[in-house]
């Protein structure tokens, strides 16, 4: 049987004190920066996610206001196309409404005008009925009768639309004016 003696191994002390050194952690100044350096990722990304939401909304603002836009003035075309005659504004003038002799009797006549921030339509006999959204602010609407005694009616219509801001906000702020010119079929 062998018999296994144990020597002892001496460790160096440049080596214990490097152990030593390691195990101390980090220190004050380390943790300072790395706290300082995840502050400032954490800014940046706060300030980048902000800037994304707020050209999401700008984006949907203006896409709001011109498909509104783009809509109402494709109604009111429709209608100058349909009508038989355009009874006012009178030739050479302009006015805020529009009213159109049409064929059909149930929608004769037909009146375009601006109420309460919104363009409403009103057909024959029947209630008026809103063209834009509350969320929209019709600031101005305007028909301009540019029809030549030999011609048939031309209508010019010019509408200004926005979106309600009632928090001021950049983001929410957007103003278009839509321009439009029809004649009677």
Same mark, same amino acid.
């Given at each position: 049987?062998?018999?296994?003696r144990?020597?002892p191994?001496?460790i160096?002390?440049?080596?214990?004190?490097?152990?030593?050194?390691?195990?101390?952690?980090?220190?004050?100044?380390?943790?300072?920066l790395?706290?300082?350096?995840?502050?400032?990722l954490?800014?940046?990304?706060?300030?980048?996610?902000?800037?994304?939401?707020? !050209?999401?909304?700008?984006?949907?603002?203006? &896409?709001?206001?011109?498909?509104?836009?783009?809509?109402?003035? =494709?109604? @009111? /075309? *429709?209608?100058?196309?349909?009508?038989?005659?355009?009874t006012s504004?009178?030739?050479?003038s302009?006015s805020?409404?529009?009213?159109?002799?049409?064929?059909?009797?149930?929608v004769?006549?037909?009146?375009?005008?601006?109420?309460?921030?919104?363009?409403?339509?009103?057909?024959?006999?029947?209630?008026?009925?809103?063209?834009?959204?509350?969320?929209?602010?019709?600031? !101005?609407?305007t028909?301009?009768?540019?029809? &030549?005694?030999t011609?048939?009616?031309?209508?010019?219509?010019? =509408?200004? @639309? /926005? *979106?309600?801001?009632?928090?001021g906000a950049?983001?929410?702020?957007?103003?278009?004016?839509?321009?439009?010119?029809?004649?009677?079929?």
């Amino acid at each position: 049987m062998y018999i296994v003696r144990e020597v002892p191994v001496q460790i160096p002390a440049v080596a214990t004190h490097n152990m030593k050194k390691h195990a101390r952690g980090f220190t004050l100044i380390e943790l300072l920066l790395y706290v300082a350096s995840l502050s400032v990722l954490i800014l940046f990304l706060s300030y980048m996610w902000y800037a994304l939401i707020a !050209a999401r909304v700008k984006n949907q603002t203006i &896409a709001e206001v011109e498909r509104q836009g783009a809509e109402a003035m =494709a109604l @009111i /075309s *429709q209608s100058v196309r349909n009508a038989t005659a355009i009874t006012s504004p009178a030739i050479g003038s302009s006015s805020a409404s529009l009213t159109l002799s049409m064929a059909a009797p149930a929608v004769n006549p037909t009146v375009f005008s601006l109420a309460g921030g919104a363009i409403q339509m009103k057909e024959g006999s029947g209630s008026a009925v809103i063209l834009t959204s509350p969320r929209l602010n019709l600031t !101005a609407l305007t028909f301009t009768n540019v029809s &030549a005694a030999t011609t048939p009616g031309v209508i010019r219509t010019q =509408a200004t @639309i /926005s *979106q309600v801001n009632p928090s001021g906000a950049n983001e929410y702020s957007y103003t278009q004016t839509f321009y439009e010119s029809t004649s009677i079929r």
